[in-house]
């Protein structure tokens, strides 16, 4: 599980839904989805069963969907955590995130938590957890100093 689809459900009308089914027809084994404001302009994002990657991508093309694909391994965006079902396994994977992203001026987008799957270490239940740049230091623009009764550049 360790890239994560992200795509706007719209064919026309967004329909998560038919995404979901269009996905199902293609024998795209789902590990785990969440999202947000899916159907309102925000992003479904899911992880598929290793090896299924390529189907996910065919129909995506077949349907005409617009896609973003996140590989934990090459992307620092996205990290992968296994969580047991016991109090405080989710905070300590989301704590470690977290400190990571402070320091490189990134905030958590969201989380996917996945099905536990023979693949997987037997107790653990798979998570990823998305971030985004918001801004650091290198991405900021310098700000002129203020120079009272100039005008704004």
Known sequence: MHIQFLSNAVASP???????????KGNVN???VGGGDVELGGKVAFAVAEGDEQKVRDVMNEWHYQFEEVD?????????????????????????????????????RHILVGVPRAAEEPGT????????????AGSATELPPFEEGGSAA
């Not at 239940?125 to 650091?136: A, D, K, L, M, N």
Request: charged fraction near 20%; hydrophobic fraction near 45%; aromatic fraction near 4%.
């Open 72 to 108: 934990a391994r090459q992307d620092p965006r996205l990290k992968l955590c296994s969580v047991t079902d016991d109090p405080g396994s989710l905070y300590t994977c989301l704590r470690g995130v977290a400190e990571e992203n402070l320091a490189a001026g990134r905030v958590i």
């Open 30 to 32: 789902l590990a785990a």
């Open 125 to 136: 239940i798979p998570v990823q957890v998305f971030s985004e740049t918001v801004r650091t």
């Open 14 to 24: 967004q329909d998560v839904t038919l995404l979901i089914y269009r996905l199902a």
